[in-house]
Each structure stands twice: as structure tokens, then as C-alpha cells.
């Protein structure tokens, strides 16, 4: 086998902001598998709490794991193994996308039917990122108008407060009264417990379907509190990386996001789905700054889950990739060998 790499960097169509920071853009790496004839690609997208801020770290982090262990014939082992040595989980991402796409290359199948998984039929959200009512009645036209999108992700935990939260959200719902969509939250920890239990009994008057992450990562212990008479229900992202984290907070929550970046790709997004469905949650899967390389490997997976979130290649300008098409608002997967993402040929 012969292992490449690639970074490029990825700039935002709309700057995205959560409640963490801003973020206009970004360099990934891409990784290649050729083997027999076939090459499989994979994607990192870095992240200081994925285990590598920059594409370089990363690569460093793949290379040392390469050289102590060049047989990767195995895509399990070689997950294992990786983990055990200390990889990265988004640099292991791209290893791990890269190899089964390589695998459904040679089997000649799309990675969706190689996986088992029928076709997502679930509508992927878009996202709209923290910003104020002006910014958000000027973006939401852009967004799902041009998009043909009718389901909204929402980011809260607000820096400054949940009165922002409340005005921005606000704005949202005037524009649900001109064209109905379905509206979830992310607040990415921002919020206290106090705080998470007051906003919830406020958006579930206002056409909220579920909140996601509502409490910092590491504070947890108050999980159950929330749980309990809990208006919506809770999905966790941060708080769930690897499906060995599920049975810690499967007694508070309703559901669990999935990020091939916090996993460690799609081996470790199996993992979840098994692990979840075992004790009775929903399961979603949501993205990074990732572009249609990585969102085609999450779209492969996507069938079986209740909630998609696989936007980050529709806010690319441009996307140097493609092989993750929207659908009547499905991110969906080709039928194509592989997962379909690669790079754009240049015409």
C-alpha cells in the first residue's frame, strides 16, 4: 500500500461562530490509500479537542503510528491499535475513512451497501451559527432559500447571555411563520444548568424539536438534574466522543451525536450506532469543518440514524471536493465503489 497526504485549506462561504469562537475557515489534511489499482481517500479535520490543532500535528501523529505499524490490512486492528498508540482521533479519521473507502473500491460497491446501511432518508439541518437578529434576518434567506433546506440547526450559548440567545432565536421564528421549518439547538455547553433548564422551558413553546449539548463538557455530574422533568430532549456531542463514553450518560440523555472527527472515523462511528441502539438511544450524526470527502463517509453511515447533520461542504467556498450531493434535502450517498467523495477534476 502507498499512504499520501494533502493539506488544503477550506474557506467558509458564511464565518460559522459557536459558543467556543469563530471560525472563517480552515486547513485539512486528506489522506490517500492506493493499493491494487484502487485509491481510497479519508479527511482530518483538526481540532485542539479532536487531539490535533493543526493538519501538520495530525500527519506527524499518522506517520510515527505507520512506521511502528504498517500493515493496516485489517481496518479494525488497525483502529485499535491506533488508539492504543495515542493517534489522534480526527488524524486517525482520515486513516480510517481512506481504508474502507479503499475496501468498498475493491469490493466494487458503494460503502453504504458494503456497510449493510440502506439510503439516509432523514433531512440533514443546516446550520446558523451565533450572530445577532440583524445578521440572522440578512443570513436566513441565503441559507435555506438558496438550498432548498427546511431544517434549521440553531447555535446558542451565547457569550453574552441567554437574552441574545432569546433575540437571535426570536428572529428565527419570524422567519419560521414565512416558511415553516424544523428547528433543533446546539448550544455547545454554553449554557449553566440554571441556564439550560430556563431555555428549555422556553423553546419548547417555540417550535424547538430537541437541544443538543446543552452543558459544558465536563460538567456532566448535573446531567441527570437536567434530565429529569426535562421538557425536550437532550442529545450530547462533546460529552459522547467514543461509544465507551455511552453507558456513563445513558441514564440522562435521549440521544447521542456522532463525529467521524471525535471517533476516529467511520469504525468508531459503527461502534456508537451498536452501542447506542443497545441502550435504547437515538443517534445522530453531525460534522466539522469537513468537506464532501469526509461528509461522504458520514452520509454512508447515515441511513440507520434518526437526526443528520452533514452541512459543513454546503458552506465551502469553494468546496475543492465533491461525491456528498444534497438531495431534496438529503446529504446523500452515491452509487458509486467507495464512499464517493474526491476531489473536483480541473476542466
Request: hydrophobic share 40%; net charge negative.
Amino acid at each position: 500500500m502507498h499512504i499520501a497526504y494533502k493539506t488544503v485549506y477550506l474557506k467558509k462561504l458564511f464565518p460559522l461562530r459557536i459558543s467556543r469562537g469563530v471560525r472563517d475557515g480552515q486547513s485539512n489534511l486528506y489522506l490517500s490509500v492506493a493499493d491494487e489499482g484502487h485509491t481510497g481517500w479519508g479527511e482530518t479535520s483538526p481540532g485542539v479537542s479532536e487531539g490535533a490543532a493543526t493538519p501538520e500535528e495530525a500527519q506527524r501523529h499518522l506517520e510515527a503510528f505507520l512506521k511502528a505499524y504498517p500493515d493496516v490490512s485489517s481496518i479494525q486492528d488497525t483502529y485499535d491499535r491506533a488508539l492504543a498508540y495515542g493517534v489522534a482521533p480526527c488524524a486517525l479519521a482520515a486513516l480510517d475513512i481512506a481504508l474502507w473507502d479503499l475496501k468498498a473500491k475493491k469490493a466494487g460497491m458503494p460503502l453504504y451497501q458494503l456497510l449493510g446501511f440502506s439510503k439516509p432518508k432523514h433531512p440533514t439541518s443546516m446550520t446558523l451559527g451565533i450572530m445577532t437578529p440583524a445578521e440572522a434576518k440578512e443570513r436566513l434567506p441565503l441559507i435555506l432559500k438558496n438550498q432548498g433546506i427546511k431544517t434549521l440547526k440553531v447555535k446558542l450559548g451565547n457569550p453574552e447571555g441567554i437574552a441574545a440567545d432569546k433575540a437571535m432565536y426570536e428572529e428565527v421564528l419570524r422567519y419560521h411563520m414565512q416558511l415553516p421549518i424544523s428547528i433543533r439547538v446546539d448550544a455547545n455547553g454554553g449554557w449553566s444548568l440554571e441556564d439550560a433548564k430556563h431555555m428549555m422551558d422556553w423553546l419548547v413553546e417555540r417550535h424547538c424539536a430537541y437541544v443538543e449539548q446543552p452543558l459544558k463538557e465536563g460538567q456532566e455530574q448535573d446531567m441527570p438534574e437536567l434530565y429529569k422533568n426535562r421538557p425536550l430532549p437532550i442529545f450530547v456531542d462533546e460529552s459522547c466522543r467514543m461509544a465507551s463514553d455511552i453507558p456513563n450518560w445513558a441514564h440522562a440523555v435521549d440521544g447521542v451525536n456522532m463525529k467521524l472527527m471525535k471517533c476516529g472515523g467511520i469504525t468508531g462511528a459503527l461502534r456508537i450506532i451498536a452501542t447506542a441502539k443497545a441502550f435504547g438511544l437515538q443517534t445522530m450524526i453531525g460534522c466539522m469543518g469537513e468537506s464532501s470527502i469526509s461528509i461522504a463517509a458520514g452520509a454512508a453511515v447515515s441511513g440507520v440514524l434518526d437526526h443528520i447533520d452533514l452541512d459543513s461542504h454546503l458552506n465551502l467556498n469553494p468546496d475543492p471536493c465533491e461525491g456528498a450531493p444534497l438531495q431534496n434535502e438529503i446529504t446523500m450517498p452515491l452509487d458509486v465503489p467507495g464512499h464517493g467523495g474526491r476531489f473536483k477534476t480541473k476542466s
